[in-house]
């Protein structure tokens, strides 16, 4: 909880956690549901801790917090939550931690429906959201902004990708069955399977071969807007980890060439590892998409994919530290560079080719916001995102009727939240 509320990633610090499987398993569900539901948390502390003589050190508040989770959240048997939250003060250096928890807790085990009840008038703290991330979605997906609120509260689904270069999806889906894991392949993106339950990746069949990824399905669906051909040179902007370069890659073996770029070394890093584990070939640079004649050598590409860097609200459910780490004022900072990569890329690609514009956010600005100036100022460019033979999900609620690009729902078939804008260069 500190370390989100202190601005750092915890996916980043549980990776560097060691320990045993199961104490690790414990400690990532209780880190990952305290921080999906902190802020109504929070509010529910509030009302029991109030004024100055009661201020909690943020440590002491942190554990508060994971025991009021465990008592609302979980079915870890209340006196065994209360116990060892205050077990655990003992290693803070906090005389009064023991006793101040203690009680907290117990007023929850007490009052804890009522203590909701109060709280919950207001949708963004019911939802354990920030106020002003509800109040965007209120404008920008007016009628279905309570799904999404709910949808990003759920456990995330544990998608795959099958690698066609290995086997196919309809031949996996056996194997993980006759391995005793419940599977279903996906309606909307080809190589999907969505497992019943989340399981080691190790246990996986034949993953280590390079048979099969973890990829949400929202994002398999990149490869499929983009649809390159044999003998197309393709560009992957924002690449790292390179889940989707990747995927085009194992979708068409015949590519003249894909160049990965990022400018993270360190993700570029875990690219490289992915190419290596699905036996795939690809090149792989660190550079700015914002400044490519630092790394473009001139020749034009067929095919562009440009996975903005976003706010990353269309995967809350997987990250709900994104919650807390996310701010109002971080949107119009993305949107500038996600313009100006936009911009900035375009002049890559030949005429006749398609550029996608891919985000994993569901604010406006970062979607449409972007892609609809662009296509004003630019009229060698053609939204016709609309018209790929793709198996969308059934439409959600779009922005307008005359807006370009799709949107995905979080939730949305299982999905995560995902845009996609396939835009063509025109020859003349
Ligand atoms: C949404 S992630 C990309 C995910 C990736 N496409 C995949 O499927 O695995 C965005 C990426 O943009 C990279 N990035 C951020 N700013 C960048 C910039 N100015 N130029 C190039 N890459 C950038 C980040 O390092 C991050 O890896």
Redesign the pocket.
Known sequence: MLVAERGQSLDALLAAETGKPQERGLLRSLCYGTLRWHIRLSAILAQMVSGPATRLEPEVRALTLVGLFQLLHTDIAPHAAVSETVNATRVLDEPRAASLVNAVLRRCQREGKALGEQVDANPAVRTAHPRWFVEQLDVDWPSDATSILDANNGHPPFWLRVNRQRTTPADYLDRLLAAGMKASLSAHAPEALLLAEAVDVKSLPEFAAGWVSVQDAA?QL?AHVVKPQAGHRVL??????????CHMLELEPELAEMVS????GE?LER?QQNLTRLRLKGTVVK????TPESWWDGQPFDRI?L????S?TGVIRRHPDIKLLRRAADIPALAE?QGN?LERLWPLLRPGGRLVYA??SVLRAENAGIVEPFLMRHREAMDVTGSLPLSWPPAGQQYGEREPGRRLRPGEASMDGFYYACLQKSHG
Do not use: Q
């Open positions: 994002a990149a992957d902007a924002c690449a790292a980890p390179g889940g989707k370069t770029v990022d400018a993270s993700r690219l550079g700015d998409a914002e994919l996975d903005v860097p976003c990353a560079r990569m985000s994993c």
